[in-house]
């Protein structure tokens, strides 16, 4: 069991927007701005998409956003595309032991 | 070109051990603090462990299943990251990455540069 909590699946036609949340406790998602989100297609490494709640590294689409109110975080992309279809997860900053803590995956199918 | 390439997985009978190395290019690595983490068949991630840089003792932590069992060292004049992994058990079958951040605020929580893994197989 995961740490953080995702839906399992999502989905969404071409030019829609989903979102997916993730939620967690306030020792993780809710007590630091420090929640990132990755993209990852079968077999590939995971990318990181958006990081510190709604940042987005340099050459990451506009189309990914993030957001977090208390203790759940969330992504949406806009304008969904079929290169959109991967998993998704989460992960935040925790006290404790262990220092980050992950959400167990969100696959977006794109309809 | 920043680049990460893990190596030295493979099949190991329960209780046996493994050192899995990730070699490091492009980047100033011995500023880096590295992390593995791990990706169990059809399962999420999960964090392993950590070493800062030397300038901060290059301490490390540990997820609370591997620690006691699992190591983790690094050889700057060789840009080279190990995980020692000793006593393993078949809840450590998985793809062991190790990642790290491009951006000095953010090697806790910002993973932005992946190697491709390497898959450990624990069995008998």
């Known amino acids: 069991q995961s740490a953080l909590t995702q839906p399992a699946s999502v989905s969404g036609s071409p030019g829609q927007s989903i979102t997916i949340s993730c939620t967690g406790t306030?020792?993780?998602?809710?007590?630091?701005?420090?929640v990132s989100w990755y993209q990852q297609h079968p077999g590939k490494a995971p990318k990181l998409i958006i990081y510190?709640?709604?940042d987005r590294p340099s050459g990451v689409s506009n189309r990914f956003s993030g957001s977090k109110s208390g203790n759940t975080a969330s992504l949406t992309i806009s304008g969904l595309q079929s290169e959109d279809e991967a998993d998704y997860f989460c992960t935040s900053y925790t006290t404790g032991i262990t220092l980050v803590v992950f959400g167990g995956g969100t696959k977006l199918t794109v309809l | 070109e920043v680049h990460l390439e893990e190596s030295g997985g493979g099949l190991v009978k329960p209780g046996g051990s493994l050192r899995l190395s990730c070699a490091a290019s492009?980047?100033?690595?011995?500023?880096?603090?590295m992390t593995w983490v791990r990706q169990a068949p059809g399962k999420g991630l999960e964090w392993v462990g950590r070493i800062k840089d030397r300038s901060q003792g290059a301490t490390t932590d540990f997820a609370a299943p591997v620690r006691g069992r699992f190591t983790i060292s690094r050889d700057d004049s060789k840009n080279t990251l190990f995980l020692q992994m000793n006593s393993l058990k078949s809840e450590d079958t998985a793809v062991y990455f190790c990642?790290?951040?491009?951006?000095?605020?953010?090697?806790?929580?910002?993973?932005?540069?992946w190697g491709q893994g390497t898959m450990v197989t624990v069995s008998s």
């Open positions: 492009g980047f100033t690595f011995s500023n880096a603090w």
């Open positions: 306030s020792s993780d998602v809710g007590g630091y701005n420090l």
């Open positions: 990642i790290t951040s491009s951006r000095s605020c953010c090697y806790d929580d910002a993973f932005d540069l």
């Open positions: 510190h709640v709604n």
